[in-house]
C-alpha cells in the first residue's frame, strides 16, 4: 500500500476484531500522527460494544492533544438504509 505524501511517516492502526479496537481507543495507545483503519464500520458499530465505539471514536476526534490524527473506514449502502 502506497502512503500519501502528508502521512507517509504517520503510524497505521488496523485492528483485528472489536476487543483490539476498544482497547486501542480507550487504552490510550492512540497518538499524533496516526491512521486509525477500520474497514466496514458496520461490523463494528453493529455489535454489542458499537455504542462504547462510536463514543470512544468521537471523543478521540475531539482531543485536541491527539491531533492530527485519521479515522478511514467504509460504509456500504444498504446498511445506511
Do not use: C, F, N
Not at 462504547?52 to 476526534?61: H, Q, V
Amino acid at each position: 500500500m502506497q502512503r500519501h505524501e502528508r502521512i507517509k511517516d504517520w503510524q497505521l492502526l488496523y485492528p483485528a476484531d472489536l476487543e483490539q479496537l476498544l482497547e486501542l481507543l480507550v487504552g490510550g495507545h492512540l497518538t499524533q500522527r496516526t491512521v486509525l483503519w477500520l474497514t466496514d464500520l458496520d461490523q463494528y458499530l453493529l455489535q454489542p460494544p458499537g455504542e462504547r465505539i462510536a463514543a470512544a471514536l468521537r471523543d478521540l476526534l475531539r482531543q485536541p492533544s491527539l491531533t492530527p490524527v485519521a479515522v478511514v473506514t467504509t460504509l456500504w449502502p444498504p446498511v445506511l438504509g
